[in-house]
């Protein structure tokens, strides 16, 4: 992986001038909180709650297959990584390749046929479903006319079931997450060069507070946002909470100045 050379602080994001809707009282119980320093995407998603539950990567071989998806038993490796001499962790992905053009009748098939607990299945169906309307709302078409694309490939299935599935597991009262990084610059995908935010992460941006990142590029991927939206994530400032379990989570992607990457915390409120 090759690391960013340097960062400094005025290259995370600027949140201090977000007049983002007032802290709302939260009861007692658990609660889960992601930082979104830079970026977020389904690999750091799936990072974080692997390490929220503390899992290892045994046990992570066997969820995988225990859900009997069609994905390789050791599809996913959780791996330390450094960036800016600075450990964290993050996963590494292998599947076969594929060119896969799935509609959402397809995926909510291997969905309800494969080994997720009814609560985690909701979820993975609510996540899709959210990415079917926004690229419907994207493309002018009805949700189930979609035709997936990138989200259809198995990384993409994958990554949403298996973070439903840990965040089932862990079960949190609470889900806390900080305004989302956004940066100017373009990404490229099957509809070749689009602009930043995404056209489907645009769409799925409303209502969710934001600031600026100081990167060029893609910090927010769909598959990020729509689960972020069907886990039932609030959007607020650090919780009171005592931590019990931390993580720093790194992404594959590499920003010029500063690390790709969340804060991730589990805990109890008082």
Not at 51 to 57: A, D, K
Not at 61 to 71: E, G, Q, W, Y
């Amino acid at each position: 992986m090759h690391m960013p050379s340097g960062f400094t602080a005025d290259t995370h994001p600027d949140c201090s001038s977000h007049n983002h809707s007032a802290p709302q009282p939260f009861s007692a119980g658990s609660v889960l909180t992601v930082r979104a320093f830079s970026g977020l995407s389904g690999d750091i998603m799936l990072t974080g709650l692997a390490r929220m539950n503390r899992t290892s990567q045994e046990e992570l071989n066997a969820l995988v297959t225990s859900l009997r998806l069609p994905i390789p038993e050791h599809a996913v490796r959780l791996e330390q990584r450094h960036v800016c001499s600075v450990a964290g962790w993050g996963c590494s992905i292998t599947l076969p390749h594929e060119h896969a053009h799935r509609t959402l009748t397809n995926i909510l098939d291997i969905i309800e046929a494969s080994a997720l607990t009814p609560h985690a299945a909701a979820l993975a169906r609510g996540t899709f479903t959210l990415l079917a309307e926004a690229e419907g709302a994207v493309h002018n078409t009805k949700a189930e006319d979609v035709t997936f694309h990138e989200v259809g490939a198995l990384d993409s299935i994958l990554d949403i079931c298996l973070v439903c599935a840990l965040f089932d597991r862990l079960a949190p009262d609470t889900f806390i997450c900080s305004p989302l990084p956004l940066a100017d610059g373009g990404v490229h995908c099957a509809h070749g060069w689009l602009p930043t935010p995404a056209p489907a992460v645009l769409a799925l941006l409303e209502n969710v507070p934001v600031c600026g990142f100081a990167g060029s590029g893609e910090t927010v991927t769909p598959t990020a946002i729509a689960l972020l939206k069907a886990l039932g994530a609030q959007f607020n400032r650090w919780p009171a909470m005592t931590i019990t379990q931390q993580a720093l989570v790194y992404g594959t992607r590499v920003f010029a100045n500063a690390p790709n990457g969340s804060i991730w915390a589990f805990g109890n409120r008082p």
